[in-house]
């Protein structure tokens, strides 16, 4: 099922609104980012003159650059699907009109203000339940693959409830995407993260396969 959903999805991230909507995402993840590192520059600045420190300009920016490339490594998903999310209605809708138009005449938008809500919820499950796995990342480490398999179940698990959150409150009396393809869902999704480039487009890939997931793959082939 995840594996059709994805075929199928592949061809819509070319779809305009979703060039739109990628656009948006990486322009506003991207200024989440540069937030972060004004933020924390001045911060630095300030520390280092209120106790002398030396090294200047260059010590801040290095500071500065470590944290945000390590704070882009480890948050960048959780941000770019956060910000999608407030946008996510407009691909949603898009690709149900382009393959779904039944489902799309009778799909009920979700709102700013849910998609506000959504959002956050998102972004403080993520940070949550991966601060708490943080003493387990790290004592499997030794093991050299148990980090990544844990962090690949923990946030695929994390990714399929924010894709069902996206595409299930359009359809309050359509049967939601089981808990295990939910979850194959959420894996999919995290593995095309992990990839270079790839990463870029995975928000937009995600969420037109949460769309065949719920409508889709549960038609019988014509």
């Known amino acids: 099922m995840v594996l059709t959903a994805a075929l199928r999805a592949f061809p819509l991230i070319f779809h305009a609104a979703a060039r739109r909507l990628l656009v948006k995402t990486l322009l506003l993840t991207l200024l989440v980012f540069a937030l972060l590192a004004v933020g924390l520059w001045a911060g630095f600045h300030a520390l280092r003159l209120h106790y002398g420190w030396g090294g200047g300009g260059l010590a801040e920016a290095a500071a500065t650059a470590l944290i945000v490339i390590a ?3 480890l948050l960048f998903r959780a941000t770019a699907m956060a910000v999608m999310g407030l946008f996510a209605d407009d691909i949603i809708a898009a ?3 382009d393959r779904y138009p039944d489902a799309a005449a009778d799909a009920r938008p979700v709102g700013l203000a849910r998609s506000i809500r959504y959002a956050l919820a998102s972004v403080a499950r993520t940070l949550g339940w991966n601060l708490l796995a943080l003493p387990a990342y790290i004592a499997l480490l030794v093991t050299g693959v148990g980090t990544i398999g844990l ?3 923990l946030n695929a698990y994390l990714l399929g409830r924010d894709l069902a959150d996206m595409v299930e409150p ?3 009396g359509h049967p939601p995407i089981p808990r295990g393809s939910r979850w194959l869902l959420g894996l999919a999704s995290a593995l095309l993260f992990l990839i270079p480039l790839v990463n870029l487009l995975a928000p937009i890939w995600s ?3 949460a769309v065949h997931m719920l409508h889709g793959v549960r038609r019988k082939p014509v």
């Open 207 to 209: 969420a037109a396969m």
């Open 170 to 172: 359009r359809h309050p």
């Open 71 to 73: 704070a882009g490594w």
């Open 95 to 97: 690709v149900e009109a």
């Open 151 to 153: 962090f690949l179940a």
